[in-house]
């Protein structure tokens, strides 16, 4: 059973990953919550865009592409009304799209900073290099 959540979760992120990847989300960072107490998810996915435009792009995009990978839909959506600080509530993994200067104001990185911390690279950018 663990084993198969395991998959899911990693399935989920994979398709939140590339829907980022596909509008050009910036600086996407994984934060590894399992070891936590008191957590609401077990990952929080992080990434900023450079306009409220961009911001509800990057939303589409993964709410799309998830669907597509996994079939799963967000369980709760906040932010779309203007796209200054977007969350995407999948369950185990919660989703923050923010404007860049949302994302330095509110610095959820440092708030959870006893969460591990992964950064996610586009793996079309790594091809180029």
Not at 27 to 37: F, G, H, I, P, Y
Not at 39 to 52: A, E, L, P
Not at 63 to 68: A, D, F, L, S
Request: glycine share 8%.
């Amino acid at each position: 059973m663990a084993r198969k959540k395991l998959q899911a979760e990693d399935k989920l992120i994979e398709g939140i990953a590339g829907g980022i990847f596909e509008k050009r989300g910036l600086n996407v960072v994984k934060l590894d919550m399992t070891m936590l107490e008191n957590r609401v998810c077990d990952y929080f996915i992080i990434c900023h865009g450079n306009s409220g435009t961009q911001v509800d792009a990057l939303s589409y995009s993964v709410v799309e592409t998830v669907r597509k990978i996994s079939g799963e839909k967000p369980l709760h959506t906040e932010g779309l009304e203007n796209c200054f600080w977007v969350l995407l509530d999948y369950g185990s993994v919660i989703v923050h799209i923010f404007m860049e200067e949302y994302r330095n104001f509110y610095n959820l990185e440092s708030l959870w900073a006893d969460a591990g911390r992964e950064t996610l690279a586009d793996p079309a950018m790594l091809k180029e290099e």
